[in-house]
């Protein structure tokens, strides 16, 4: 039995990765914040089949003593403060967090558990303003957000343990992946959730920033695949991973709200509060170094996805309704 520790195990992409990776039966630790509440909702359903260690991005000592407890075979790094619109008021926490935190994660990798391998969930927000269409692993970063910034230390610090150290370290320069799990503050989940309360009238408006900007927007549960399938490699790479399809804001709307059978023209407002100090326009992959490398391919569509979204809110709102 192979045992994982997941940095992040009550985010979108900690959830579906202990999933996973359970069913591969692997053993799995997941690395959670000391807190007065547990906010566990993600992982409710699997908190008996995993191990939870208390540990902290900003603690190196807690990280060490986590690795070593939990002598894992692969390890992965999903924990970030993940929000690009939260990084302009936070810019220094986010550098915390998602720039030192993966130093201090790689450091305790190092010293507790240097046989073990490591996935570093980059972005693609580090393109920013992209030098390419589209963008590969060799498009240069141009990051346009302090997340973005972090992002790009995070990945080259990977790069550089990898090469200083010899150790097993690769980054997923993972596009948009998004699913019912995705927080509310997600453009993708702040679409469906309003789409849903507008249905059942709850809601009679929609409050939105650029609709212009277009992404590549895949199935977080198809994204964890990928991640496994990078540490199963015999030599470390650094991967690319999207569907190599991008699609506008509006569309995005005009998908969700069609799936209800709405026009988002009646309920979509445009909101300068939501716009960014600095915009990427255009981010779409080239996934093609994973299919070929990897055998991966994402197996949900875009539309897929939406409708899948727009259905879990609704299920959701009746609820609670």
């Known amino acids: 039995m192979k045992t994982a520790l997941i940095t992040g195990i009550t985010g979108q992409d900690g959830s579906y990765l202990a999933e996973f990776l359970l069913e591969k039966g692997y053993k799995v630790y997941g690395i959670v914040r000391r807190s007065s509440t547990t906010p566990y909702e993600r992982i409710a359903h699997l908190v008996d089949r995993v191990e939870l260690l208390s540990a902290d991005l900003l603690d ?60 570093q969930a980059s972005s693609s927000e580090m393109f920013g303003r992209v030098a390419e269409t589209p963008q590969t692993e060799t498009t240069p970063f141009y990051p346009r957000s302090p997340y973005g910034v972090a992002k790009v230390y995070g990945h080259w610090i990977t790069v550089n343990y990898r090469e200083s150290y010899g150790l097993y370290a690769v980054s997923g320069i993972l596009f948009n992946h998004e699913s019912p799990r995705r927080g509310l503050e997600f453009v993708t989940r702040k679409v469906t959730d309003a789409v849903a309360r507008i249905k059942l009238g709850l809601a009679t408006q929609l409050a939105l920033g650029t609709l212009d900007a277009r992404r590549d927007w895949g199935f977080a549960g198809d994204y964890v695949d990928a991640m496994w399938r990078m540490l199963q490699l015999d030599e470390p790479q650094d991967f690319v991973i999207g569907t190599g399809h991008a699609y506008t804001v509006q569309h995005l709307c005009e998908t969700a709200f069609g799936a209800v059978g709405l026009d988002y023209r009646d309920y979509v407002v445009q909101d300068p509060r939501f716009m960014r100090p600095a915009e990427v326009d255009l981010l779409v992959a080239d996934p093609s170094k994973a299919k070929r490398l990897l055998g991966w391919e994402p197996k949900v569509s875009f ?12 299920a959701r709102h009746r609820v609670r309704g």
């Open 60 to 119: 190196q000592h807690s990280l060490v003593d986590a690795i070593a407890a939990s002598a894992p075979d692969e390890i992965y790094n999903l924990a970030a403060q993940s929000f690009v619109q939260t990084s302009w008021t936070q810019p220094v926490l986010t550098g915390e967090f998602t720039a030192m935190g993966v130093t201090r994660v790689l450091e305790a990798f190092r010293k507790a558990a240097p046989n073990a391998r490591f996935y």
């Open 303 to 314: 539309q897929q996805l939406i409708e899948m979204m727009v259905e879990a809110d609704l």
